[in-house]
């Protein structure tokens, strides 16, 4: 079966860093996702991790651990428009579809 | 890069009665076409995956029959909400593999979604 699990909700202040976590267990893996979401858009492309280790994109990093099932969203320099939802989504091969699962998604709040 | 075109970006449709939404793919072929479901503060749902000149396959718990997938040609596929009900009224957005890689996004590119009411 699929979990992704992630926080349901997350506020932080402008200006601060903020984590969000990210487990996994799925029957296959084949990289994992990190997407923005403001209401009523698209998910927009943040990051993808195939290997272990930090990928690091501007003021966004993301972070995999695939032995642990663990996968982490970095935001520095928090700004308001950082407002939105964040997806975690895991790609999986184990058809020829290779279909991405979706987490339940983190809303991330920024506070003047 | 690439881009999926997705229309009606929003829709008001009367109970009972059927809705189209359209994907297209520019400049790529979108041999596979996932279509998602989100409800209010909720993540994306996948639905059904489609493949070109194939049948779609549902998810456990998705009615084949009242969400009616078409993927007649590379560039374009198609989900129809029949007899729709004011439970499904949603936000609907696919997403189109480009197995070339070539389009970014690793592959994977989403459409701009579609709000359907269901009065």
């Known amino acids: 079966g699929q979990n992704i699990d992630q926080p349901t909700e997350m506020t932080a202040t402008e200006g601060a860093i903020v984590q969000i976590n990210c487990t996994y267990q799925?029957?296959?893996?084949?990289?994992l996702f990190w997407y923005q979401q403001h209401a009523g858009e698209a998910p927009t492309f943040l990051s993808y991790n195939v290997l272990d280790g930090l990928e690091e994109k501007g003021r966004f990093s993301s972070f995999l651990s695939r032995s642990k099932g663990y996968s982490y969203l970095l935001l520095k320099e928090l700004q308001m428009k950082d407002s939105a939802s964040y997806l975690c989504a895991v790609r999986d091969p184990l058809n020829r579809d290779d279909k991405i699962i979706f987490g339940k998604g983190t809303r991330l709040h920024i506070l003047p | 890069g690439a881009v999926v075109s997705q229309h009606p970006s929003w829709v008001i449709c009367k109970s009972g009665t059927s809705v189209k939404i359209e994907c297209r793919s520019l400049d790529f072929q979108a041999t596979t076409m996932f279509w998602y479901r989100q409800f209010p503060k909720q993540s994306l749902m996948l639905m059904a995956t489609s493949n070109e000149g194939s049948k779609a396959t549902y998810e456990q718990g998705v009615e084949k029959d009242k969400f009616l997938i078409n993927h007649a040609s590379l560039t374009l596929s198609t989900l129809t909400v029949t007899s729709a009900h004011p439970e499904d009224s949603s936000f609907y957005i696919c997403?189109?593999?480009?197995?070339?890689?070539?389009?970014?996004?690793?592959?994977?590119?989403f459409g701009s979604g579609t709000r359907l009411t269901v009065v």
């Open positions: 997403s189109a593999r480009d197995w070339t890689g070539t389009g970014g996004n690793y592959g994977y590119t």
């Open positions: 799925t029957s296959g893996f084949n990289g």
